[in-house]
């Protein structure tokens, strides 16, 4: 179940793995893990440069493996290893070229700007320092991640490759404007976060607006019983986005993942459900 990420070159699965957890994990888990990723066909792996220790295990755990899967990584934020002004052109090369050598690699397939805001995105050292980048083939496609008004102004910019944006069945604030206008410019979207707020859907308790929604929304026809489930088929095949990217620390739950992506898409009529 791969598909192509907007008008990049890059196939990708629906489901990617997001990989800023696994610093806490030990070498053999982590191996574990990685490979276990691979295995059942996720081939996004996506990580930050304020991650130094999930980019380091990346590139030696998988590093005979390179050529099967995408590689993302972010840049721009201030890091123990990188000082300065945040997103500024020395900031961005100095933690690229970290994140290269931590990755084991000169180049990777998609580098983001890490959540900076539209005041700094229009003033263009950050986008500049990017599209050097893959001009000199550090990256192969650069893309942004980033919500609300700020994810708007990365849309208009139109030099962004991908947009990484918050949506989730509690959180479809995206629906309302920048999905669509990711959609008509042609940009690969990757939702973060997709479901950030299922177990919260199950829990009940104080969280009034998610029991009411989640009460509503599992009496619907063909509705998994599962709010994990619900929420990651609803995100990771939704039409407005390319891949859903979920992370994890533990491969039991990896598993659990594949298994609710491989049903595949909820059905038409469920999503216009969940939508209204």
Known sequence: MKTQL??????????????????ALSEEQVAVLLHR???DGI?????????????????????????????????????DHVQGVAYSRAVIEAGLALSLQRLGTDHVDLLQLHSCSEEILREG???????????????????????DENALAAIELGVFDTLQVTFNLIDQSALERVLPAARQAGLGVIAKRPIANARLLEAGGDHDYASEYW??????PDAPTDA????????????????????T??????????VRWRKGPLSAA???????
């Open 249 to 258: 620390a533990d491969v039991d739950h990896l598993q659990e993942n594949v």
């Open 43 to 79: 081939n996004l792996i996506d990580t930050a440069d304020c991650y130094p220790a999930s980019e380091e295990r990346i590139g030696r755990i998988l590093a005979e493996r390179r050529d099967e899967y995408v590689l993302a990584t972010k840049c721009g934020c201030l890091t």
């Open 37 to 39: 990723v691979l295995d």
């Open 228 to 247: 994990i489930e619900l929420s990651l088929r609803f995100i990771a095949f939704h039409e407005f986005v390319d891949v859903g990217i979920v992370g």
């Open 6 to 23: 907007g008008k990049t070159d890059l196939q990708v699965s629906r489901l990617g793995f997001g990989a800023a957890r696994i610093d």
């Open 125 to 147: 050292e950050a986008v500049d320092a990017l599209l050097r980048a893959r001009d000199d083939g550090r990256t192969r496609f650069v893309g942004y991640s980033g919500d």
């Open 270 to 276: 469920l999503v216009d459900s969940i939508h209204s």
């Open 215 to 220: 009460a509503r929304v599992r009496e619907l």
